[in-house]
């Protein structure tokens, strides 16, 4: 019914930069948009969303993972059809399979929520 597709992973060196971007087949009803990552042995991690509230927050609002925090930053476009995860001075421990994500209920912190996924695209960061 959802679809949400990836783009933009690849390989870059410590202090490179990425850009992702997730298509998003509805546009209405689905409140938040999330991006996680998952490094081999590790669960999957909360990395950032953006969320919009017609009434309350038509400008959106956006939260990040300590562990990113100043370093990514999340957007959209104008009819949220996309959101880009943008990520700067990348570490490797920032290497993972990165995972857009949307939703519209629980809690935006962690995996349970969000309502539909994307099959996750690699990010390596090489030192």
């Known amino acids: 019914q959802v679809q949400l597709v990836e783009s933009g992973g690849g390989s870059v060196q410590t202090g490179g930069s990425l850009r992702l971007s997730c298509q998003v087949s509805?546009?209405?009803?689905?409140?938040?948009r999330g991006w996680f990552r998952q490094a081999p042995g590790k669960e999957r991690e909360f990395v950032g969303v953006i969320t919009w509230n017609v009434i309350t927050r038509p400008e959106g609002t956006a939260y990040y993972a300590d562990s990113v925090k100043g370093r990514f930053t999340i957007s959209s476009d104008n009819g949220k059809n996309t959101v880009f995860l943008q990520m700067d001075s990348l570490k490797p421990e920032d290497t993972a399979v990165y995972y857009c994500?949307?939703?519209?209920?629980?809690?935006?912190?962690?995996?349970?929520?969000?309502?539909?996924w994307g099959q996750g695209i690699q990010v390596t960061v090489s030192s």
């Open positions: 994500a949307a939703g519209y209920g629980g809690s935006y912190y962690s995996t349970s929520g969000y309502n539909y």
């Open positions: 509805l546009r209405t009803s689905i409140l938040h």
